[in-house]
Nanobody, 125 residues
Framework: QVRLVESGGEVVQAGNSLRLSCTAS?????????MAWFRQGPGKEREFVST????????WYADSVKGRVAIGRDNAENTVFLQMNSLQLEDTAVYYC?????????????????WGQGTQVTVSS
């Protein structure tokens, strides 16, 4: 089984930065693996933030976070990161790590087979 564990969520002031981590374990094959971050704010639907193609490192971002967020990976630790800068009140959400196998990137939650438990990010004024 695949297990994803997120960490790094906390209460931060608007304008500050935060780095989230997600470590994957279990029976994982890197060949067609995509890792992604989604978030779900209070009273909102889960929304796509970013995804990364593991082998090549190519990345894609939601328009709402482009320029403020960077996704990266540590191959040795099987960990994906989400660096978030200039945090805004609207970034308050539970952030979820997800994984799928495929040939093309996807921003649809239903395309992801594996999910972490989520980590809470709260941006205060």
């Amino acid at each position: 089984q695949v297990r994803l564990v997120e960490s790094g969520g906390e209460v931060v002031q608007a304008g500050n930065s935060l780095r989230l981590s997600c470590t994957a374990s279990g029976r994982i094959f890197d060949g067609r693996k995509f890792m992604a971050w989604f978030r779900q704010g209070p009273g909102k639907e889960r929304e796509f933030v970013s995804t990364l193609k593991w082998n090549s490192g190519e990345s894609w971002y939601a328009d709402s976070v482009k320029g403020r967020v960077a996704i990266g990976r540590d191959n040795a630790e099987n960990t994906v990161f989400l660096q978030m800068n200039s945090l805004q009140l609207e970034d308050t959400a539970v952030y979820y790590c997800a994984m799928r196998y495929g040939t093309a990137p996807s921003s649809r939650a239903r395309d992801y087979n594996y999910w972490g438990q989520g980590t809470q990010v709260t941006v205060s004024s």
